[in-house]
């Protein structure tokens, strides 16, 4: 069975490069644009791999961060940050498994994600 990956990103196109990613990657592959509609997905289901936009609607990426990390049978999740405010994503490297500065290739997606898989 694949691992499952969870893509949060509002931005339509980006949304769709990274799942093309990650499903070339390994994984089965669900995407949300709202962090709350993901906070609620997150609580009843266990994912493998989030790739996680900063700022979205309903909730910010921050705090979806911070939640998932408080999540006991999300421990073992990778998190990869999907940003384009390197300031900010500094700030969290302590709670994400990588950082990547938008723009983020597809291919440095692919691989990264590939790496992490369980």
Do not use: W
Request: proline fraction near 5%; hydrophobic fraction near 45%; glycine fraction near 4%.
């Amino acid at each position: 069975m694949a691992p499952e990956a969870l893509i949060i990103e509002d931005d339509t196109v980006q949304r769709e490069i990274f799942a093309q990613a990650v499903t070339r990657a390994g994984y089965q592959v669900t995407c949300l644009s709202d962090g709350a509609q993901a906070l609620e997905y997150l609580q009843n289901h266990r994912v493998d791999l989030v790739v996680l936009d900063l700022h979205l609607p309903g909730l910010g990426g921050e705090h979806l961060a911070r939640a998932i990390r408080a999540l006991p049978h999300l421990a073992q999740t990778r998190i990869i940050l999907a940003t384009a405010d390197p300031r900010l994503a500094e700030t969290l490297q302590d709670i994400s498994d990588l950082v990547l500065i938008k723009p983020i290739s597809y291919v440095q997606l692919r691989d990264l994600a590939a790496r992490l898989a369980p």
